[in-house]
């Protein structure tokens, strides 16, 4: 059982790690990530930069949808606004560490742009217009071509630092990895802050968050843009890592793998964030060694049913989640910390 | 620290080991044991499975009959392949994955977007040399991708056969008219540009482009543009089936009579099969000799023999056959290169597949063939001819 | 080129789009039965569409039936599985958040796409020429048959399905539940059979849809896509608005063919969306939608 853990200040309240204990473990998780390519092998460092990205996208989407309630089904659009600007933005021969927020503001310039119908329209009119927003911007990658290079993509340099080239996973992770815990300690911290709580309020009832004093119209925008620009850095790490941008790449099937791994891991929440996007991310590699395995007992045709399957299974957790665990992951967490805390005076 | 905190630390350490121990086994263990590994991302599954499955047991039927005949310069080949789905975050996942156990020299990979989304890290690595079923003109470039080769002619290559057979058709001064009909994807507008320039070049008037998304969409409005255009000749490209057999029903409904062409991923036969009536009359260019062809080849003739083993093969597609021909294209990379005691490595891998030329397939391409371009530039048209598919022009180099 | 003869163009590019706009407002109104009927936007209306062509496949070509007893059992099995989708999807969703209902369907989407995959495998199938295709000659503008027909066919289903909401009982119910649940329920209205009918009829035109746009092109698992643009022509419309779904499809299907005319096809897909967006921007509710209003 977990005692002594005293509010004994406002600060010690609203601390983003309240206990000793937690710190230690952030500390041990901080090690941990940066001993990982060096044991983990290239391939998981692969999918740990994968993971990193999508956790910097997911992020930016729980703000928008998870914590101020405004539905975006054209995410992956604007990450690949991110991905582009960097593409340009090295054409242009400007370095990694500026190219990457402008990146971002790229993004959020866009956000802007298509958050405006948010201030007139709301819930499933917002959500087609979003989608409007993926189509468009979809065809403006394809058909610009003098910037983005058409359906032939464009390629990005490595990114590097005095002549040091980050090419290669190993050094690409270390460009992402602390982004990723950045950003994320970022979107935490938000919502310790007098913003982070007015998009609270709007999600739970825009009206009356007016009536509280909360302008819309600012901060409906802040989200969208806050939202866009985690878009857009996590886009601009894609281009360094994958190192070319093509328009298929951002389409509507990465949107809605983002809404997928914030609603399995949590709306909200920027633990289920993190969950979320890494059960998402680990999901097919499960699935693959499940098909693996079924083969080795003679299923040869297993494998046939590997891409019907995991879409099955996509689809599957996502109804299975918001029917039998609306708050995902995150929640199933809570739970399980709980019970250990109050073990064994409750089970 | 309470005594929670230490059972979680000894528990995510344990996990943190497990994870750790993940990505190492296998690695060193074939390094030693003399075996050559041919890595494989096919598309077994998904849009591309048509093809993906008779690539991957073409090549993987290879591998297995040139062990039984001794493996390449005394040492055994290992196929490693996992299916890709078609999609390219699978496919460089599994990429990855497989250069990372298995250090494998050759990679026999997928769509264009992986091609093109590996290409940074095969120059990297430089010890890989790669190929796929992508004819994407973008990677037949030894600066640009060194380390990659295509079995066949690019797309643009593979257009260029198709306009020499209809500027050779020419019965007068006057040349035929061609439209162009390509899907609004990477594949479809792949040759188009330099297309138009080799129609400008032969003189053939270029009277139409029509572009439109791949599959299942309603082609009537540009039916209508097609039919007051008046081409006599129109290619499609960047399909594989939909919506040409579409085309080609509702421009024989409007009366018009002009020939439909299609290029290497429209022109197997269970493809065409598929187009029914529609597909009568219907012209392709396919770089490769049909299992069907009248003449016979001993490499043909292999082909049959071994791929018949099987139950259920897809011996008789043209897709069995160029993961066949990649086989042997890789054999000669290894045997060059083995033979002249070099290491298999990328710059030395990529000498000997430059060196390939006036080398007989024993009957794939009518023509010896040369690979310098790091792409085969040569092709045959065809006529669909009632349930067959016959030559309807001699082997066309180009370039 | 003379001016006469860009007139004849215009004309007959006018006529085809209006024509092929059909189907659009059939697929349309799977779309808005559904919102009407239970508040919810059924993205997996493609993937509905699509199961009903392969089912409709699997009963005419593989099991060799005769097409209307292909129709019937397709019909029921497609009116199964939207009963089957209310009960263990969206009624457990009620009262939950937008996002929720709309993830829900997307997921169930994605099940449906992967299981006909599963079954049917990836490659395209074609469906028999079900509509006759001799083309009908005005002059010199040429109508194809296949999509003079469709149109007939999705203006008498049209029809056939505004009658049955205006003048059968269970429509009437279900129009009655649609704008008052608690009251319709008050009064006597079983609510749950008819958000129950209300997916199986939604089901119901989709698989026809599917049908037709199946036949007139050909049958694959991604044969759904089209729903998602017709989703945007629902918006211009109006959610709750059948007569605004019947317009928007016709001018969609106008604009997209125009497009094609003198824009190319690469912007086709565009059309309906930037239609949207402008029409958003301008009249947040659609042409013909009902205005919400707020209050605390």
């Known amino acids: 059982m977990r005692i002594g853990d005293f509010h004994a200040s406002y600060r010690h309240d609203e601390a983003l790690f309240d206990t000793r204990a937690q710190r230690v473990w952030l500390g041990l998780l901080l090690a941990a990530l940066a001993a990982f390519p060096f044991v983990g092998g290239s391939y998981l460092t692969y999918l740990a930069c994968l993971l990193g990205i999508h956790l910097i996208a997911a992020a930016g989407l729980n703000v928008m949808t998870g914590y101020t309630g405004l539905i975006s089904l054209g995410h992956a659009a604007f990450m690949g606004v991110g991905c582009y600007a960097v593409a340009v933005a090295e054409r242009a021969g400007i370095p990694f560490f500026l190219a990457l927020p402008l990146a971002g503001a790229a993004s959020a310039a866009i956000g802007l742009v298509v958050g405006i119908p948010s201030l007139r329209i709301k819930g499933l009119y917002f959500a087609v217009a979003t989608l409007a927003a993926q189509f468009v911007l979809g065809f403006v990658f394809r058909e610009w071509e003098s910037v983005t290079g058409g359906v032939r993509g464009a390629n990005v340099p490595a990114a590097s630092l005095f002549g040091f080239e980050l090419a290669g996973d190993r050094r690409v992770y270390f460009l992402i990895a602390p982004l990723a815990v950045l950003m994320l300690l970022g979107a935490r911290n938000l919502f310790r802050t007098r913003v982070g709580r007015a998009f609270i309020a709007i999600r739970d009832r825009d009206i009356s968050a007016e009536v509280l004093g909360i302008s819309l119209f600012r901060y409906k925008l802040a989200a969208f843009a806050i939202g866009s620009f985690y878009a857009g850095v996590a886009g601009g790490l894609w281009g360094y890592f994958f190192r070319v941008a093509t328009p298929e790449l951002f389409g509507l099937p990465l949107s809605v793998f983002y809404l997928a791994a914030i609603i399995v891991g949590g709306l909200g929440s920027i633990l289920g964030t993190i969950l979320g996007a890494t059960f998402m991310t680990l999901i097919p590699e499960f699935l693959r060694a499940l098909v693996g395995w079924a083969e080795a007992f003679g299923l040869e045709q297993a494998g046939v049913y590997l891409a019907p399957l995991r879409q099955v299974v996509f689809g599957l957790l996502i109804v299975g989640f918001l029917v039998f665990e609306p708050h995902g992951l995150a929640e199933m967490w809570r739970r399980t910390r709980r019970f250990f805390h109050l073990w064994p005076f409750r089970t | ?399 | 080129m003379s001016g006469a003869i860009d007139w004849l163009l215009l004309a007959e590019f006018s006529l085809v789009g209006l024509l092929s706009g059909g189907v659009l407002a059939l697929i349309a109104l799977g779309f808005v039965l559904v919102y009407k009927g239970t508040r919810v936007i059924n993205f997996a209306l493609g993937e509905f569409m699509m199961v009903g062509a392969y089912l409709f496949w699997t009963a005419n070509v593989f099991l060799a039936l005769p097409w209307w007893a292909a129709l019937a059992l397709t019909l029921a099995g497609v009116a199964a599985l939207g009963a089957l989708v209310e009960r263990f999807v969206l009624r457990p969703l009620a009262g939950q958040p937008v996002i929720s209902i709309v993830m829900a369907t997307i997921g169930l989407g994605a099940v449906l796409h992967g299981l006909a995959e599963a079954v049917w495998g990836g490659a395209n199938l074609s469906l028999p020429e079900l509509l006759p295709r001799k083309p009908l000659l005005l002059g010199e503008i040429l109508l194809p048959g296949q999509v003079l027909w469709s149109f007939a066919l999705a203006v008498a289903l049209i029809a056939a399905f505004t009658a049955y909401f205006r003048w059968s009982k269970d429509g009437v119910s279900m129009r009655a539940a649609a704008s008052d649940p608690v009251t319709a329920y008050a009064m006597g209205i079983d609510v749950r059979r008819t958000q129950r009918l209300t997916w199986m009829f939604a089901g119901v035109t989709g698989a026809v849809a599917g049908i037709i746009v199946a036949s007139m092109t050909s049958l694959s698992p991604s044969l759904g896509t089209v729903a998602l643009g017709v989703l945007a022509v629902v918006i211009l419309g109006g959610l709750d608005s059948i007569a605004g779904a019947i317009v928007a499809g016709l001018i969609v299907g106008l604009l997209e063919s125009l497009t094609v005319a003198f824009v190319g096809g690469q912007a086709r897909d565009l059309v309906p969306y930037l239609v949207v967006l402008v029409i958003l921007m301008v009249r947040p509710y659609g042409l013909f939608g009902t205005r919400d209003i707020e209050r605390l």
Do not use: C
């Open chain 2, 1 to 399: 620290m309470t005594p929670i905190d230490r059972r979680r630390f000894l528990g995510s350490g344990a996990a943190a080991a497990g994870l750790a121990s993940l990505g190492l086994p296998l690695r060193s263990a074939l390094a030693q044991s003399g075996e050559i590994v041919i890595g494989a991302a096919p598309p077994i599954t998904g849009v591309f499975a048509f093809a993906g499955a008779g690539l991957h047991a073409g090549l993987g039927d290879w591998v297995e009959w040139k062990n039984g005949q001794g493996g390449i310069a005394g040492r055994k080949l290992r196929y490693v392949a996992e299916d890709s789905s078609y999609k390219v975050d699978q496919s460089v996942a599994i990429f990855k994955k497989i250069v990372a156990q298995y250090k494998p020299p050759l990679f026999y990979g997928d769509s264009t977007g992986w091609a093109k989304a590996i290409a940074p890290e095969l120059s990297q690595l430089g010890s890989v040399l790669a190929t796929g079923p992508s004819f994407a003109s973008d990677l037949a470039d030894p600066a640009k991708a060194p380390y990659y080769f295509m079995p066949g002619p690019t797309y643009s290559g593979q257009i260029e056969v198709l306009l020499e057979y209809v500027s050779r058709s020419a019965a007068g001064a006057a040349k035929p008219a061609v439209a162009f009909v390509y899907s609004d994807t990477e594949f479809g507008r792949d040759p188009i540009a330099s297309g138009k320039a080799k129609a400008a070049k032969l003189g053939i008037p270029v009277v139409l482009e029509v572009v439109t998304k791949p599959g299942a969409v309603d082609v009537s409005a540009e039916v209508i543009k097609l039919r007051r255009a008046k081409p006599d000749f129109v290619i499609f490209h960047g399909y594989v089936l939909a919506p040409i057999p579409e085309f080609m029903r509702q421009m024989r409904d409007a009366g018009m009579n002009a020939r439909g062409m299609g290029t290497i991923y429209t022109m197997d036969k269970t493809t065409i099969d598929q187009m029914g009536a529609a597909g009568a009359g219907f012209l392709g260019v396919m770089p490769y000799r049909y299992s069907f062809d009248t003449e016979k080849t001993p490499t043909m003739a292999l082909i049959r023999e071994v791929g018949s083993r099987k139950p259920n093969n897809p011996w008789q597609t043209t897709f069995y056959t160029q993961g066949w021909l990649v086989g042997m294209i890789f054999e000669q990379v290894l045997g060059r290169t083995l033979g002249a005691k070099k290491e298999l490595t990328g710059p030395n891998m990529k000498a000997a597949l430059e060196s390939i030329g006036k080398w007989d397939t024993g009957g794939i391409f009518g023509v010896p063939i040369a690979l310098k371009t790091h792409s085969i530039p040569v092709g045959r048209v065809y006529l669909v001819k009632g349930s067959t598919i016959v030559p309807n022009s001699d082997w066309i180099t180009i370039g």
